[in-house]
């Protein structure tokens, strides 16, 4: 069973930085999906940023051109750099992970959100304020 763990998250003020960080172990899989989630006070879960095993990255609009995600080398650890941050990127950050698909549609519909990433981890709160 994969593990995921995040850390990083905190509080800053608006226009402000984070480097949220996500520890990959137990994870086999070569083609792969991994990325972010948050969910915000009384808002459904929203994809944010993912990368394949390929490196290829994709972005929700509202995050684009402020949010960088990234692995290490060793591709066990994953990142999202977040940059120029606002009150509404306040929210709870989960790292997750497929299971093995790869990222054609990283971005799936609220229904299929648990079935395509089955790996979650227990989450990070970011909080900015204005």
């Known amino acids: 069973q994969a593990q995921l763990a995040e850390s990083g998250g905190g509080s800053v003020q608006a226009g402000g930085s984070l480097r949220l960080s996500c520890t990959v172990s137990r994870y086999y899989f070569r083609n792969y999906c991994m990325g972010w989630y948050r969910q915000g006070p009384g808002k459904e879960r929203e994809g944010v940023a993912f990368?394949?095993?390929?490196?290829?990255?994709s972005y929700a609009d509202s995050v684009k051109g402020r949010f960088t995600i990234s692995q290490d080398n060793a591709k066990t650890v994953l990142f999202l750099q977040m940059n120029s941050l606002k009150p509404e990127d306040t929210a709870m950050y989960y790292c997750v992970a497929d299971r093995g698909g790869g990222c054609p549609e990283a971005f799936v519909r609220r229904d299929q959100i648990d079935f395509k990433y089955p790996y979650w981890g227990q989450g990070t709160q970011v909080t900015v304020s204005s």
């Open positions: 990368i394949d095993s390929d490196g290829s990255t």
